[in-house]
Protein backbone atom coordinates (compact mmCIF):
# COMPACT_ATOMS: atom_id res chain seq x y z
CA UNK A 1 0.00 0.00 0.00
CA UNK A 2 1.36 3.12 -0.81
CA UNK A 3 -1.52 5.33 0.89
CA UNK A 4 0.45 6.01 3.90
CA UNK A 5 2.97 8.99 2.01
CA UNK A 6 -0.05 11.32 1.50
CA UNK A 7 -0.01 12.11 5.02
CA UNK A 8 2.66 14.23 5.04
CA UNK A 9 3.01 15.02 1.44
CA UNK A 10 6.93 14.78 1.59
CA UNK A 11 7.81 12.16 -0.80
CA UNK A 12 11.63 11.23 -1.56
CA UNK A 13 12.66 13.77 -4.26
CA UNK A 14 13.48 10.59 -6.41
CA UNK A 15 9.82 9.54 -6.75
CA UNK A 16 9.33 13.45 -7.98
CA UNK A 17 11.58 12.98 -10.99
CA UNK A 18 9.44 10.04 -11.88
CA UNK A 19 8.14 12.40 -15.49
CA UNK A 20 4.94 10.27 -15.57
CA UNK A 21 4.02 12.78 -12.79
CA UNK A 22 4.91 15.90 -15.14
CA UNK A 23 2.50 13.61 -18.01
CA UNK A 24 -0.57 13.66 -15.36
CA UNK A 25 0.25 17.10 -14.33
CA UNK A 26 -0.15 18.20 -17.75
CA UNK A 27 -3.17 15.79 -18.83
CA UNK A 28 -4.62 17.29 -15.80
CA UNK A 29 -4.40 20.46 -17.09
CA UNK A 30 -5.72 19.86 -20.60
CA UNK A 31 -8.93 18.17 -19.07
CA UNK A 32 -10.12 20.83 -16.75
CA UNK A 33 -7.70 24.14 -17.03
CA UNK A 34 -5.99 23.09 -12.97
CA UNK A 35 -2.29 23.89 -12.96
CA UNK A 36 0.14 21.99 -10.35
CA UNK A 37 3.07 23.98 -10.95
CA UNK A 38 6.70 22.00 -10.52
CA UNK A 39 6.98 22.98 -6.89
CA UNK A 40 3.75 21.63 -5.98
CA UNK A 41 4.03 18.32 -7.61
CA UNK A 42 4.28 16.72 -4.00
CA UNK A 43 1.02 17.40 -3.52
CA UNK A 44 0.11 15.78 -6.98
CA UNK A 45 2.02 12.85 -6.11
CA UNK A 46 0.07 12.34 -2.59
CA UNK A 47 -3.12 12.64 -4.49
CA UNK A 48 -2.13 9.95 -7.24
CA UNK A 49 -0.77 7.76 -4.50
CA UNK A 50 -4.39 7.09 -3.49
CA UNK A 51 -6.02 7.09 -6.27
CA UNK A 52 -2.77 4.56 -7.06
CA UNK A 53 -3.95 2.17 -4.54
CA UNK A 54 -7.08 2.52 -4.96
CA UNK A 55 -6.67 1.36 -8.59
CA UNK A 56 -4.04 -0.99 -7.75
CA UNK A 57 -1.17 0.34 -10.02
CA UNK A 58 2.07 0.30 -8.07
CA UNK A 59 3.70 3.37 -10.62
CA UNK A 60 3.31 6.24 -11.58
CA UNK A 61 3.91 5.27 -15.36
CA UNK A 62 1.20 2.55 -14.72
CA UNK A 63 -1.29 4.99 -13.84
CA UNK A 64 -0.67 7.51 -16.62
CA UNK A 65 -1.38 4.62 -18.70
CA UNK A 66 -4.57 3.62 -16.59
CA UNK A 67 -5.80 7.25 -17.02
CA UNK A 68 -5.31 7.35 -20.65
CA UNK A 69 -7.14 4.08 -21.10
CA UNK A 70 -10.57 5.06 -23.12
CA UNK A 71 -12.26 3.00 -21.38
CA UNK A 72 -11.85 4.63 -17.77
CA UNK A 73 -10.16 8.06 -18.35
CA UNK A 74 -13.47 10.15 -17.69
CA UNK A 75 -14.20 8.41 -14.74
CA UNK A 76 -10.71 8.44 -13.17
CA UNK A 77 -10.38 11.61 -14.28
CA UNK A 78 -13.09 12.95 -12.28
CA UNK A 79 -12.19 11.03 -9.17
CA UNK A 80 -8.84 12.29 -9.55
CA UNK A 81 -10.63 15.92 -9.40
CA UNK A 82 -12.27 15.25 -6.44
CA UNK A 83 -8.68 14.60 -4.77
CA UNK A 84 -7.47 17.25 -5.97
CA UNK A 85 -9.68 19.73 -5.25
CA UNK A 86 -10.86 18.26 -2.22
CA UNK A 87 -12.44 19.77 1.30
CA UNK A 88 -15.54 21.03 2.18
CA UNK A 89 -15.22 25.00 1.61
CA UNK A 90 -15.38 27.90 4.30
CA UNK A 91 -15.99 31.38 4.36
CA UNK A 92 -13.55 34.06 3.76
CA UNK A 93 -11.22 31.22 1.75
CA UNK A 94 -9.71 34.12 -0.57
CA UNK A 95 -9.04 37.19 1.51
CA UNK A 96 -6.68 38.00 -1.78
CA UNK A 97 -9.57 38.21 -3.74
CA UNK A 98 -11.52 39.93 -1.85
CA UNK A 99 -8.66 42.49 -1.05
CA UNK A 100 -8.38 42.67 -4.77
CA UNK A 101 -12.21 43.61 -5.16
CA UNK A 102 -11.87 46.02 -2.43
CA UNK A 103 -8.94 48.05 -3.24
CA UNK A 104 -8.91 47.90 -7.28
CA UNK A 105 -12.04 46.94 -8.48
CA UNK A 106 -15.02 48.04 -6.27
CA UNK A 107 -12.84 51.81 -6.96
CA UNK A 108 -13.16 51.22 -10.62
CA UNK A 109 -16.85 50.41 -10.91
CA UNK A 110 -17.52 52.82 -8.10
CA UNK A 111 -16.25 55.75 -10.40
CA UNK A 112 -17.66 54.37 -13.60
CA UNK A 113 -21.21 53.74 -12.04
CA UNK A 114 -21.22 56.98 -10.56
CA UNK A 115 -20.74 58.70 -13.31
CA UNK A 116 -24.43 57.14 -14.92
CA UNK A 117 -25.89 57.76 -11.52
CA UNK A 118 -26.33 54.04 -11.33
CA UNK A 119 -25.43 52.78 -7.46
CA UNK A 120 -26.33 49.10 -8.03
CA UNK A 121 -23.90 45.83 -7.55
CA UNK A 122 -24.62 42.39 -8.48
CA UNK A 123 -22.78 39.45 -8.12
CA UNK A 124 -22.71 35.96 -8.87
CA UNK A 125 -21.85 32.97 -7.17
CA UNK A 126 -21.96 30.15 -9.83
CA UNK A 127 -21.67 27.06 -8.13
CA UNK A 128 -21.91 28.02 -4.68
CA UNK A 129 -22.10 24.85 -3.26
CA UNK A 130 -23.47 25.02 0.47
CA UNK A 131 -23.37 28.94 0.49
CA UNK A 132 -20.22 29.86 2.05
CA UNK A 133 -19.00 31.68 -0.86
CA UNK A 134 -22.08 34.03 -1.20
CA UNK A 135 -22.81 34.56 2.80
CA UNK A 136 -19.15 35.83 2.33
CA UNK A 137 -19.73 38.03 -0.07
CA UNK A 138 -22.93 38.91 1.57
CA UNK A 139 -21.21 39.88 4.45
CA UNK A 140 -18.13 42.21 2.59
CA UNK A 141 -20.42 43.93 0.75
CA UNK A 142 -22.50 44.93 4.08
CA UNK A 143 -19.29 45.47 5.51
CA UNK A 144 -18.65 47.83 2.61
CA UNK A 145 -21.68 49.58 2.85
CA UNK A 146 -20.31 51.47 5.60
CA UNK A 147 -17.29 52.74 3.03
CA UNK A 148 -17.35 52.82 -0.38
CA UNK A 149 -20.56 51.67 -1.34
CA UNK A 150 -22.79 53.75 1.20
CA UNK A 151 -26.24 54.83 -0.51
CA UNK A 152 -25.30 51.34 -2.99
CA UNK A 153 -27.86 48.60 -3.55
CA UNK A 154 -26.47 45.11 -4.34
CA UNK A 155 -27.67 41.60 -4.65
CA UNK A 156 -26.12 38.25 -4.79
CA UNK A 157 -27.13 35.38 -6.69
CA UNK A 158 -26.74 32.47 -5.70
CA UNK A 159 -26.55 29.02 -7.91
CA UNK A 160 -25.58 25.86 -8.16
CA UNK A 161 -26.83 22.55 -9.77
CA UNK A 162 -26.82 19.99 -7.05
CA UNK A 163 -30.79 20.75 -5.28
CA UNK A 164 -29.42 19.09 -1.96
CA UNK A 165 -26.58 21.95 -1.93
CA UNK A 166 -29.25 24.75 -2.34
CA UNK A 167 -31.27 23.38 0.26
CA UNK A 168 -28.60 23.53 2.79
CA UNK A 169 -27.35 27.06 1.47
CA UNK A 170 -30.54 28.65 1.98
CA UNK A 171 -30.77 26.93 5.61
CA UNK A 172 -27.90 29.07 5.97
CA UNK A 173 -26.94 26.68 9.35
CA UNK A 174 -22.65 26.40 9.81
CA UNK A 175 -20.77 24.80 12.14
CA UNK A 176 -17.13 25.59 13.30
CA UNK A 177 -15.32 24.31 10.28
CA UNK A 178 -17.23 26.94 8.07
CA UNK A 179 -16.89 29.30 9.96
CA UNK A 180 -12.82 29.17 10.86
CA UNK A 181 -11.79 31.85 9.35
CA UNK A 182 -14.65 34.19 10.33
CA UNK A 183 -14.00 36.21 13.09
CA UNK A 184 -15.92 37.02 15.91
CA UNK A 185 -16.77 40.47 15.07
CA UNK A 186 -18.71 38.95 11.92
CA UNK A 187 -20.07 36.16 13.93
CA UNK A 188 -21.74 37.75 16.22
CA UNK A 189 -23.17 40.55 13.85
CA UNK A 190 -24.36 38.44 10.93
CA UNK A 191 -25.36 35.25 12.79
CA UNK A 192 -27.40 33.73 15.42
CA UNK A 193 -26.85 30.92 17.37
CA UNK A 194 -28.59 27.79 15.93
CA UNK A 195 -27.78 24.53 18.61
CA UNK A 196 -24.88 24.59 20.80
CA UNK A 197 -21.95 23.70 18.12
CA UNK A 198 -23.45 25.87 14.98
CA UNK A 199 -24.78 29.22 13.89
CA UNK A 200 -27.10 30.35 11.34
CA UNK A 201 -27.07 32.92 8.99
CA UNK A 202 -29.21 36.24 9.89
CA UNK A 203 -32.28 37.75 7.70
CA UNK A 204 -30.17 40.27 6.99
CA UNK A 205 -27.63 38.30 4.87
CA UNK A 206 -30.21 36.45 3.74
CA UNK A 207 -32.30 39.03 2.31
CA UNK A 208 -29.33 39.51 -0.15
CA UNK A 209 -28.94 36.67 -1.41
CA UNK A 210 -31.11 35.07 -4.08
CA UNK A 211 -30.79 30.99 -4.52
CA UNK A 212 -31.47 29.26 -7.25
CA UNK A 213 -30.40 25.73 -8.91
CA UNK A 214 -29.20 26.36 -12.47
CA UNK A 215 -27.52 24.20 -14.99
CA UNK A 216 -24.61 26.05 -16.06
CA UNK A 217 -25.13 23.76 -19.64
CA UNK A 218 -28.71 25.32 -19.34
CA UNK A 219 -28.62 28.04 -22.10
CA UNK A 220 -32.13 28.96 -22.01
CA UNK A 221 -31.12 30.07 -18.05
CA UNK A 222 -27.93 30.86 -18.81
CA UNK A 223 -28.84 33.81 -21.19
CA UNK A 224 -31.57 34.93 -18.67
CA UNK A 225 -29.24 36.11 -16.43
CA UNK A 226 -27.92 39.97 -17.52
CA UNK A 227 -25.90 43.08 -15.79
CA UNK A 228 -23.35 41.32 -13.30
CA UNK A 229 -20.80 42.68 -12.21
CA UNK A 230 -18.68 40.01 -10.66
CA UNK A 231 -18.84 36.16 -11.39
CA UNK A 232 -17.28 33.67 -9.04
CA UNK A 233 -17.10 30.16 -10.15
CA UNK A 234 -14.46 28.01 -8.29
CA UNK A 235 -13.79 24.51 -9.40
CA UNK A 236 -16.98 24.23 -11.29
CA UNK A 237 -15.66 24.58 -15.04
CA UNK A 238 -13.27 21.15 -14.31
CA UNK A 239 -15.42 18.78 -14.76
CA UNK A 240 -16.73 20.27 -17.75
CA UNK A 241 -15.27 19.57 -21.07
CA UNK A 242 -13.79 22.00 -22.92
CA UNK A 243 -16.97 22.00 -25.86
CA UNK A 244 -18.65 23.05 -22.82
CA UNK A 245 -16.40 25.13 -20.81
CA UNK A 246 -16.24 27.22 -23.90
CA UNK A 247 -20.01 27.79 -24.29
CA UNK A 248 -20.72 28.85 -20.30
CA UNK A 249 -17.61 31.41 -21.06
CA UNK A 250 -19.42 32.44 -23.64
CA UNK A 251 -22.68 33.00 -21.37
CA UNK A 252 -20.51 34.28 -18.31
CA UNK A 253 -18.78 36.98 -20.92
CA UNK A 254 -22.74 37.92 -21.97
CA UNK A 255 -23.71 37.70 -18.30
CA UNK A 256 -21.16 40.24 -17.38
CA UNK A 257 -21.15 44.49 -18.07
CA UNK A 258 -18.37 45.67 -19.61
CA UNK A 259 -15.77 46.26 -17.31
CA UNK A 260 -16.63 43.29 -15.07
CA UNK A 261 -14.69 40.42 -14.09
CA UNK A 262 -14.92 36.70 -13.39
CA UNK A 263 -12.69 35.33 -10.62
CA UNK A 264 -12.60 31.15 -10.67
CA UNK A 265 -10.30 28.86 -8.32
CA UNK A 266 -6.90 29.09 -6.99
CA UNK A 267 -4.86 27.08 -9.85
CA UNK A 268 -7.96 27.34 -12.55
CA UNK A 269 -6.64 28.74 -16.06
CA UNK A 270 -9.05 29.91 -19.14
CA UNK A 271 -6.30 29.42 -21.37
CA UNK A 272 -7.31 28.45 -25.38
CA UNK A 273 -10.99 28.51 -23.49
CA UNK A 274 -12.02 31.92 -24.16
CA UNK A 275 -9.70 34.93 -25.23
CA UNK A 276 -11.48 37.77 -25.11
CA UNK A 277 -11.18 37.99 -21.04
CA UNK A 278 -7.76 39.30 -19.82
CA UNK A 279 -6.29 37.94 -17.48
CA UNK A 280 -5.62 40.58 -14.62
CA UNK A 281 -2.86 40.23 -11.68
CA UNK A 282 -4.05 41.56 -8.81
CA UNK A 283 -1.67 41.10 -5.30
CA UNK A 284 -2.24 37.15 -4.49
CA UNK A 285 -4.77 36.45 -6.83
CA UNK A 286 -5.54 36.76 -10.88
CA UNK A 287 -8.88 37.93 -12.38
CA UNK A 288 -10.32 37.60 -16.09
CA UNK A 289 -11.79 41.21 -17.24
CA UNK A 290 -14.01 41.61 -19.45
CA UNK A 291 -12.97 44.98 -21.13
CA UNK A 292 -15.55 47.40 -22.21
CA UNK A 293 -17.00 47.95 -25.81
CA UNK A 294 -13.91 50.13 -28.23
CA UNK A 295 -11.55 49.08 -25.25
CA UNK A 296 -7.78 49.38 -26.56
CA UNK A 297 -4.99 47.93 -25.38
CA UNK A 298 -2.70 50.58 -25.93
CA UNK A 299 -4.86 53.14 -23.42
CA UNK A 300 -3.93 53.13 -20.02
CA UNK A 301 -6.73 51.98 -17.46
CA UNK B 1 7.36 67.77 3.52
CA UNK B 2 10.27 69.64 1.54
CA UNK B 3 11.31 68.35 -1.93
CA UNK B 4 14.98 67.42 -2.30
CA UNK B 5 16.14 68.01 -5.69
CA UNK B 6 18.81 65.01 -7.49
CA UNK B 7 21.43 67.84 -7.61
CA UNK B 8 21.67 68.14 -3.88
CA UNK B 9 21.71 64.94 -3.20
CA UNK B 10 24.40 63.94 -5.43
CA UNK B 11 27.26 64.96 -3.52
CA UNK B 12 25.94 62.84 -1.20
CA UNK B 13 26.31 59.79 -3.05
CA UNK B 14 29.36 60.80 -4.10
CA UNK B 15 30.58 60.84 -0.61
CA UNK B 16 29.14 57.15 -0.29
CA UNK B 17 32.61 55.77 -2.30
CA UNK B 18 34.55 57.13 0.92
CA UNK B 19 32.42 55.68 3.67
CA UNK B 20 34.13 53.70 5.83
CA UNK B 21 31.15 50.61 5.95
CA UNK B 22 31.85 50.07 2.52
CA UNK B 23 33.21 47.18 2.41
CA UNK B 24 36.70 47.07 0.40
CA UNK B 25 35.44 43.58 -1.37
CA UNK B 26 33.02 45.42 -3.18
CA UNK B 27 34.32 46.94 -6.16
CA UNK B 28 36.59 43.27 -6.51
CA UNK B 29 33.75 41.46 -6.36
CA UNK B 30 31.11 43.58 -8.85
CA UNK B 31 34.48 43.58 -11.26
CA UNK B 32 34.63 39.38 -10.52
CA UNK B 33 31.10 39.49 -11.36
CA UNK B 34 31.57 40.71 -14.47
CA UNK B 35 33.78 38.05 -15.93
CA UNK B 36 32.95 34.80 -17.76
CA UNK B 37 31.93 31.97 -15.59
CA UNK B 38 35.05 29.72 -16.53
CA UNK B 39 37.26 33.22 -15.90
CA UNK B 40 36.59 33.40 -12.51
CA UNK B 41 38.98 32.44 -9.30
CA UNK B 42 37.27 29.86 -7.62
CA UNK B 43 39.93 29.97 -4.42
CA UNK B 44 39.63 33.57 -4.58
CA UNK B 45 35.77 33.47 -4.02
CA UNK B 46 36.56 31.04 -1.68
CA UNK B 47 38.25 33.42 0.17
CA UNK B 48 36.22 36.01 -0.40
CA UNK B 49 33.34 34.00 1.14
CA UNK B 50 35.41 33.28 4.25
CA UNK B 51 36.83 36.72 5.15
CA UNK B 52 33.35 37.71 6.92
CA UNK B 53 31.75 34.88 9.00
CA UNK B 54 27.75 36.36 8.48
CA UNK B 55 28.49 36.02 5.00
CA UNK B 56 30.00 32.96 5.06
CA UNK B 57 26.98 31.51 7.54
CA UNK B 58 24.73 32.83 4.88
CA UNK B 59 26.32 31.03 1.88
CA UNK B 60 25.81 28.06 3.90
CA UNK B 61 22.55 28.49 5.13
CA UNK B 62 21.09 28.73 1.12
CA UNK B 63 23.20 25.78 0.36
CA UNK B 64 21.40 23.89 2.95
CA UNK B 65 17.79 25.45 2.13
CA UNK B 66 15.66 23.29 -0.21
CA UNK B 67 16.11 24.76 -3.26
CA UNK B 68 19.58 23.30 -3.09
CA UNK B 69 18.63 19.92 -2.03
CA UNK B 70 19.03 19.84 1.69
CA UNK B 71 22.05 18.58 1.70
CA UNK B 72 24.72 18.75 4.93
CA UNK B 73 27.00 21.61 3.15
CA UNK B 74 29.63 22.17 6.11
CA UNK B 75 32.29 23.55 4.59
CA UNK B 76 32.39 27.63 2.70
CA UNK B 77 34.05 25.32 -0.15
CA UNK B 78 31.71 22.73 -0.84
CA UNK B 79 28.78 25.58 -0.27
CA UNK B 80 30.39 27.38 -3.36
CA UNK B 81 30.00 24.39 -5.50
CA UNK B 82 26.51 23.70 -4.02
CA UNK B 83 25.27 27.09 -5.09
CA UNK B 84 27.65 27.99 -8.10
CA UNK B 85 30.45 30.59 -8.20
CA UNK B 86 28.00 33.32 -9.74
CA UNK B 87 25.10 32.79 -7.19
CA UNK B 88 27.78 32.89 -4.37
CA UNK B 89 29.68 36.09 -6.03
CA UNK B 90 26.13 37.70 -6.44
CA UNK B 91 25.17 36.84 -2.55
CA UNK B 92 28.44 38.35 -1.67
CA UNK B 93 27.50 41.78 -3.29
CA UNK B 94 23.96 41.84 -1.57
CA UNK B 95 25.72 40.78 2.37
CA UNK B 96 28.29 43.66 1.62
CA UNK B 97 25.56 46.10 0.31
CA UNK B 98 23.28 45.09 3.59
CA UNK B 99 26.30 46.21 5.79
CA UNK B 100 26.85 49.75 3.84
CA UNK B 101 23.22 51.17 5.54
CA UNK B 102 23.96 51.21 9.38
CA UNK B 103 21.51 49.34 11.73
CA UNK B 104 19.16 52.34 12.90
CA UNK B 105 19.04 53.79 9.59
CA UNK B 106 16.90 51.45 7.50
CA UNK B 107 13.80 52.84 6.39
CA UNK B 108 12.28 49.49 5.12
CA UNK B 109 12.49 46.17 7.48
CA UNK B 110 16.25 45.00 6.26
CA UNK B 111 14.07 41.06 5.57
CA UNK B 112 11.77 42.92 3.36
CA UNK B 113 13.59 45.19 1.25
CA UNK B 114 16.29 41.64 0.65
CA UNK B 115 12.90 39.48 0.09
CA UNK B 116 12.07 41.91 -2.69
CA UNK B 117 15.21 42.18 -3.93
CA UNK B 118 16.18 38.29 -3.85
CA UNK B 119 12.78 37.39 -4.96
CA UNK B 120 13.47 39.45 -8.25
CA UNK B 121 16.71 37.76 -8.75
CA UNK B 122 15.58 34.33 -8.54
CA UNK B 123 11.84 35.41 -10.53
CA UNK B 124 14.17 37.26 -13.28
CA UNK B 125 16.30 33.45 -13.67
CA UNK B 126 13.36 31.54 -13.80
CA UNK B 127 11.62 33.77 -16.09
CA UNK B 128 14.68 34.09 -18.30
CA UNK B 129 15.17 30.66 -18.01
CA UNK B 130 11.40 30.28 -18.98
CA UNK B 131 11.94 33.03 -22.65
CA UNK B 132 14.99 31.08 -23.08
CA UNK B 133 17.20 34.56 -22.47
CA UNK B 134 20.71 33.81 -23.41
CA UNK B 135 21.92 34.59 -19.85
CA UNK B 136 19.74 33.87 -16.89
CA UNK B 137 22.67 34.42 -14.37
CA UNK B 138 23.06 37.78 -15.50
CA UNK B 139 19.16 38.37 -14.91
CA UNK B 140 19.84 37.28 -11.44
CA UNK B 141 22.76 39.59 -11.03
CA UNK B 142 20.13 42.22 -12.25
CA UNK B 143 17.22 41.81 -10.69
CA UNK B 144 19.14 41.54 -7.06
CA UNK B 145 20.46 44.67 -7.47
CA UNK B 146 17.43 46.59 -9.60
CA UNK B 147 16.44 48.78 -6.17
CA UNK B 148 20.03 49.41 -5.23
CA UNK B 149 18.53 53.24 -5.15
CA UNK B 150 16.73 52.66 -2.15
CA UNK B 151 19.62 51.53 -0.30
CA UNK B 152 20.81 54.85 -1.39
CA UNK B 153 18.22 56.99 -0.60
CA UNK B 154 17.46 55.13 2.58
CA UNK B 155 21.49 56.02 3.74
CA UNK B 156 21.47 60.38 2.11
CA UNK B 157 17.55 61.22 3.52
CA UNK B 158 17.11 58.82 6.32
CA UNK B 159 14.04 60.89 7.68
CA UNK B 160 12.26 61.99 4.61
CA UNK B 161 12.79 58.55 3.00
CA UNK B 162 10.60 57.01 5.77
CA UNK B 163 8.05 59.13 5.69
CA UNK B 164 8.23 58.69 1.75
CA UNK B 165 7.62 54.59 2.83
CA UNK B 166 4.77 55.20 5.45
CA UNK B 167 2.76 57.53 2.81
CA UNK B 168 3.31 55.00 0.50
CA UNK B 169 2.10 52.33 2.60
CA UNK B 170 -0.56 53.88 4.17
CA UNK B 171 -2.32 55.14 0.51
CA UNK B 172 -1.51 51.65 -0.74
CA UNK B 173 0.54 53.35 -3.76
CA UNK B 174 3.72 52.69 -5.57
CA UNK B 175 7.26 53.64 -3.90
CA UNK B 176 8.19 55.44 -7.06
CA UNK B 177 4.89 57.49 -7.04
CA UNK B 178 5.78 58.34 -3.47
CA UNK B 179 9.05 59.63 -3.89
CA UNK B 180 8.51 61.72 -6.95
CA UNK B 181 5.63 63.53 -4.22
CA UNK B 182 7.80 63.43 -1.16
CA UNK B 183 11.38 63.26 -2.47
CA UNK B 184 11.42 64.95 -5.58
CA UNK B 185 13.47 61.96 -7.02
CA UNK B 186 13.38 58.18 -7.43
CA UNK B 187 15.66 55.32 -5.99
CA UNK B 188 15.77 54.44 -10.09
CA UNK B 189 17.87 57.95 -10.35
CA UNK B 190 20.17 57.95 -7.25
CA UNK B 191 20.86 54.09 -7.67
CA UNK B 192 22.26 54.68 -11.38
CA UNK B 193 24.40 56.91 -9.90
CA UNK B 194 26.12 54.94 -6.95
CA UNK B 195 25.86 51.90 -9.59
CA UNK B 196 28.29 54.01 -12.19
CA UNK B 197 30.51 55.17 -9.31
CA UNK B 198 30.90 51.39 -8.32
CA UNK B 199 31.36 50.35 -12.12
CA UNK B 200 28.59 48.14 -12.52
CA UNK B 201 28.32 46.79 -15.64
CA UNK B 202 26.43 48.86 -18.06
CA UNK B 203 23.42 46.56 -18.83
CA UNK B 204 22.72 46.26 -14.75
CA UNK B 205 23.10 50.10 -14.65
CA UNK B 206 20.07 50.29 -17.13
CA UNK B 207 17.91 48.23 -15.31
CA UNK B 208 18.57 50.23 -11.88
CA UNK B 209 17.81 53.17 -14.11
CA UNK B 210 14.85 52.01 -16.54
CA UNK B 211 12.92 49.46 -14.66
CA UNK B 212 10.44 51.61 -13.54
CA UNK B 213 10.25 53.77 -16.76
CA UNK B 214 10.80 51.22 -19.59
CA UNK B 215 9.70 53.50 -22.21
CA UNK B 216 12.78 56.05 -21.76
CA UNK B 217 15.38 52.92 -21.68
CA UNK B 218 17.35 52.60 -24.92
CA UNK B 219 15.78 50.05 -27.79
CA UNK B 220 15.81 46.37 -27.48
CA UNK B 221 17.13 45.85 -24.09
CA UNK B 222 15.18 42.57 -22.65
CA UNK B 223 17.10 42.85 -19.72
CA UNK B 224 15.35 45.88 -19.18
CA UNK B 225 11.88 44.21 -19.82
CA UNK B 226 12.80 40.92 -18.14
CA UNK B 227 13.43 42.63 -14.34
CA UNK B 228 10.24 45.26 -14.69
CA UNK B 229 7.94 41.58 -15.33
CA UNK B 230 9.66 40.29 -12.53
CA UNK B 231 9.63 43.33 -9.73
CA UNK B 232 5.97 43.15 -10.88
CA UNK B 233 5.14 39.68 -10.17
CA UNK B 234 7.20 40.15 -6.90
CA UNK B 235 5.04 43.23 -6.08
CA UNK B 236 1.79 41.30 -7.18
CA UNK B 237 2.51 38.57 -4.68
CA UNK B 238 4.10 38.27 -1.30
CA UNK B 239 7.47 39.96 -2.11
CA UNK B 240 6.86 43.52 -2.35
CA UNK B 241 7.54 46.21 -0.38
CA UNK B 242 5.82 44.66 3.10
CA UNK B 243 2.71 46.82 2.37
CA UNK B 244 -0.46 46.53 0.11
CA UNK B 245 0.04 47.74 -3.08
CA UNK B 246 -3.57 48.86 -4.40
CA UNK B 247 -3.11 47.26 -8.18
CA UNK B 248 -4.55 45.18 -10.98
CA UNK B 249 -1.92 44.54 -13.98
CA UNK B 250 -2.29 43.00 -17.08
CA UNK B 251 0.61 41.82 -18.04
CA UNK B 252 -0.17 40.71 -21.40
CA UNK B 253 -0.97 44.06 -22.33
CA UNK B 254 2.37 45.52 -20.12
CA UNK B 255 5.00 47.65 -22.65
CA UNK B 256 7.28 45.15 -21.38
CA UNK B 257 6.00 41.81 -22.31
CA UNK B 258 5.37 43.76 -26.03
CA UNK B 259 8.87 44.45 -26.14
CA UNK B 260 10.11 40.72 -25.16
CA UNK B 261 7.34 39.20 -27.45
CA UNK B 262 9.10 41.19 -30.03
CA UNK B 263 12.43 39.99 -29.36
CA UNK B 264 11.28 35.88 -29.08
CA UNK B 265 7.76 35.54 -30.83
CA UNK B 266 7.62 32.66 -29.32
CA UNK B 267 6.47 34.04 -26.41
CA UNK B 268 3.35 35.59 -27.82
CA UNK B 269 2.10 32.01 -27.58
CA UNK B 270 2.93 31.24 -23.58
CA UNK B 271 0.33 30.18 -21.29
CA UNK B 272 0.03 33.48 -19.13
CA UNK B 273 -1.87 31.97 -16.65
CA UNK B 274 0.22 28.83 -16.72
CA UNK B 275 3.10 30.89 -16.23
CA UNK B 276 1.88 32.78 -13.12
CA UNK B 277 0.86 29.74 -11.70
CA UNK B 278 4.72 28.42 -12.32
CA UNK B 279 6.07 31.74 -10.61
CA UNK B 280 3.32 31.27 -7.69
CA UNK B 281 4.10 28.29 -7.13
CA UNK B 282 8.03 28.83 -6.37
CA UNK B 283 7.30 32.02 -4.08
CA UNK B 284 6.58 29.89 -1.25
CA UNK B 285 10.11 28.82 -1.51
CA UNK B 286 11.91 31.56 -2.71
CA UNK B 287 10.23 33.19 0.24
CA UNK B 288 11.90 30.28 2.64
CA UNK B 289 14.98 31.21 0.93
CA UNK B 290 15.26 34.94 1.53
CA UNK B 291 14.29 34.07 5.27
CA UNK B 292 16.99 31.57 5.41
CA UNK B 293 19.13 33.66 4.36
CA UNK B 294 18.36 37.05 5.94
CA UNK B 295 16.27 36.13 8.75
CA UNK B 296 18.28 35.96 12.07
CA UNK B 297 18.35 32.93 13.16
CA UNK B 298 17.71 31.77 16.50
CA UNK B 299 19.32 28.35 15.91
CA UNK B 300 22.30 27.32 14.38
CA UNK B 301 22.63 25.46 10.98
CA UNK B 302 22.50 21.70 11.61
Redesign the interface.
Same mark, same amino acid.
Given at each position: MTADISKTGQETPQDLRDPAYLKIRDLIYQTSGIYQPEEKLYLLASRCARRMSAVKMTTPAAYLEFLNNRANRDTELRLMLNEITIGETYMFRSPSQLDAIRNVILPQIVESKNKMGFKRLRLWSAGCSTGEEPYTLAMFLLEESAKQLAGWTFDILATDLNDNSIAAAKAGIYGEYSLRSTSDALRKKYFKTYDDKRLQAADQLKSLIRFDRVNLNDDSKMTFLKGIDIIFCCNVLIYFDLVSKRKVMQHFFSNLLPGGYLFLGHAESLYQVDDRFHLVHFPGSIGYWKPPVGYNAGDKR | MKLQKLEEIRPKIKALQSMPTVPAIVQPLSAMLQLPSDRVDMDRVVKLVSYDGTIAAQCLRMANSPLF?RRNTETVKSAVLALGLKRVQAILLSCCLNQIVPQDKWALEPTTFWRHSLGCALVSNRLANLIQYPDPEKAYLAGLLHDLGILVNTIVCTDEYRECIRAAASN?IPLLQSEEQHLGFTHCQTGKILAAQWNFSPEVIEVIEYHHNIASAPAGRPLVYLVHLSD =? =?C? =?? /?L +?YGY? !? #? &? +??? =? +? !?DQAWAMLVETCPALAKV /? &? #??L???? /? +? #?M !??IVTIVDAVFKPQHAPAE
Open positions: - | GH =L =LR =LR /D +GY !E #A &M +GVN =L +G !E /D &M #ARTMDI /D +G #A !EE
